[in-house]
């Protein structure tokens, strides 16, 4: 069974930083996709950054994150990070990460969702 552990949320002032964590648990063979999403009450769940996991990594922001945020991975740890610079009350939202993992018992790649951490940015 695959289990995603995220950290790093928080509570802070506009300007400052956070860096959020998101582990993979369990046995499985391999991850492909490393994202995190965001959640705003009222609002679709929306992509913030992603990592597609290949010869060449591809690395994807949405435009709101992009000179802000940074996604990076530690692929011996199975973690996946957002590492958040100079933000701002809009950011504040409830963040997932969202990991592509393919279990022993399966051919294809499954998604996994975090538990959900929040962040908060206050002016």
């Known amino acids: 069974q695959v289990q995603l552990v995220e950290s790093g949320g928080g509570s802070v002032h506009v300007g400052e930083s956070l860096t959020l964590s998101c582990a993979a648990f369990?046995?499985?063979?391999?991850?492909?996709?490393m994202g995190w999403f965001r959640q705003i009450p009222g609002r679709q769940r929306e992509l913030v950054a992603a990592?597609?996991?290949?010869?060449?990594?591809?690395?994807d922001y949405a435009d709101a994150a992009k000179g802000r945020f940074t996604i990076s991975k530690d692929a011996a740890k199975n973690t996946v990070y957002l590492q958040m610079n100079s933000l701002k009350p809009e950011d504040t939202a409830l963040y997932y990460c969202?990991?592509?993992?393919?279990?022993?018992?399966?051919?294809?790649?499954?998604?996994?969702w975090g538990q959900g951490i929040q962040v908060t940015v206050s002016s």
């Open positions: 369990g046995e499985f063979v391999g991850i492909n996709f």
């Open positions: 990592i597609t996991i290949s010869s060449a990594d591809i690395i």
């Open positions: 969202n990991l592509h993992i393919r279990t022993h018992h399966s051919s294809t790649y499954n998604h996994y």
